[in-house]
């Protein structure tokens, strides 16, 4: 009885192992298979990437480039990030740019009114037999250029470096190449000394204007005086000015200064002490005045709007306001107010197109809302610079008195007639004209 049969067809399990162990191995390979493997050689690795993290790349990159892009074009982010390089820290490169103003060459022009009939107008007065006339004749002589370097001194970091406080310390030189005259040419001028005093003479005490009054007639002062431009300029001394700093002293009062030149003058009104913010804690207020001969804000025209400082020094701008076109504001210490500026056009410039700007036209119009608050009884183009300029008596005006009323010159003939254009220099930092 057979209780088993081996079946002879069936290897047994010994031997098929050793089949297995003799059997050459080879990888499984499938056409189907959604990936391959790095293969590492001897002589180095050859990369064959696998065919999903290709296709994944790719779509990350396109995702990548579509946020970024639409970062820089929908977003001001890449422009905060830029503006961050304004931010005014000690040693910082915004820090340099701003103490060391980078432009060669800052320039500006005067033209002189040579009153050539003075002897006529005043026939009268003194006693000459001449005919006398009743308007003042005047020629308009220049341009005498000035080559200016501005420059800022005792800088000081204050509220946790959050503003900047400094003092401006500009000098004016002669740029003989491109005037149209020298310092030697002799002008007929208005005496300011005399107009200043005779001026300011209403605020002082009875007894001193009653001497005053006294002097002026005794010594027999004119509103006029001859005089070279080197001297007009830069500064002349006068008797009158010596009478007054003398008697002055006696009676505690104050005189505005001691010895006058036109530069001088506009010297002691811009070199002053002027804060700005350095953009710590708000990038985009870099270089915006928050400061001005020690207050925070002025108190010389009747609204808080026209008191507070608007724009900056002339350093750094409103970027985003430049981009859009936009009118921009930057604060004039010598007129203590603030200035628009609108946008023209744009020029090259050492490669690049940059925007140029000029004073909005109606700056010193009656009907502007925003001219108001700078004047009481305001004349349309006449900007009155008392209380700003401690009591002087000076008023500015567009150049050759353009859009003045004519009823204020019946007193003038052989006025010069034209447009001016105001043009910004490099910095933008004051006017041409």
Not at 19 to 27: D, Q, S
Not at 242 to 271: C, H, M, Q, T, Y
Request: some cysteine.
């Amino acid at each position: 009885m057979k209780m088993f049969e081996l079946d002879t067809q069936m290897p047994p399990i010994v031997h098929n192992e050793m089949m297995r162990r003799k059997a050459t191995y080879r990888p499984l390979k499938s056409d189907n298979s959604v990936a391959k493997i790095y293969y590492f050689i001897s002589n180095g690795v050859k990369q064959e990437p696998l065919k999903l993290w290709r296709l994944v790349f790719i779509v990350l990159l396109i995702v990548l480039c579509t946020a970024l892009t639409s970062t820089l074009w929908f977003t001001n982010a890449f422009w905060l990030t830029v503006r961050k390089f304004n931010v005014i820290s000690n040693h910082s490169i915004s820090f340099n740019y701003f103490e060391h103003l980078p432009v060669d060459r800052m320039s500006f022009c005067i033209y002189v009114y040579n009153y050539t009939n003075v002897d006529q107008y005043y026939a009268r007065d003194l006693g000459s037999e001449e005919e006398e006339e009743d308007q003042l004749a005047v020629d308009y002589l220049g341009p005498y250029c000035f080559r200016e370097s501005p420059e800022k001194r005792s800088l000081k970091f204050q509220d946790d470096n959050r503003r900047l406080a400094y003092k401006e310390a500009t000098v004016f030189s002669f740029d003989a190449e491109a005037s149209n005259g020298t310092l030697s040419d002799e002008v007929v001028v208005p005496n300011f000394p005399y107009l200043v005093v005779t001026s300011m003479g209403v605020d002082y005490n009875a007894l001193f204007r009653l001497a005053l009054a006294t002097h002026i007639h005794t010594k027999r002062y004119q509103p006029f005086i001859r005089l070279n431009t080197s001297d007009f300029f830069f500064g002349y001394d006068d008797p009158l000015m010596d009478w007054v700093v003398g008697k002055a002293s006696l009676l505690n009062i104050k005189v505005p200064f001691e010895r006058f030149g036109l530069l001088d003058a506009l010297l002691s009104f811009i070199n002053v002490e002027v804060q700005v913010d350095t953009g710590v804690g708000d990038v985009t207020r870099a270089g915006k005045v928050t400061g001005f001969k020690g207050s925070s804000k002025m108190n010389f025209w009747k609204t808080s709007a026209c008191n507070n400082y608007q724009g900056g020094e002339g350093t750094f701008w409103d970027v985003d306001k430049v981009q859009r076109g936009e009118n921009i504001m930057f604060f004039a210490s010598l007129l203590c107010r603030n200035i628009e500026l609108n946008k023209i056009g744009e020029v090259d410039y050492e490669g690049s197109k940059v925007p140029r700007y000029e004073i909005i036209p109606d700056m010193f119009h009656k009907e502007r809302a925003a001219f108001d608050c700078y004047c009481h009884n305001c004349t349309t183009n006449l900007l009155d610079m008392r209380q700003c300029l401690d009591g002087f008596p000076f008023k500015a005006t567009f150049p050759k008195f353009y859009g003045l009323d004519p009823s204020h010159l019946t007193h003038l003939k052989n006025l010069p007639v034209r447009r001016p254009l105001f043009l910004c220099d490099r910095s933008f930092r004051r006017p041409i004209l």
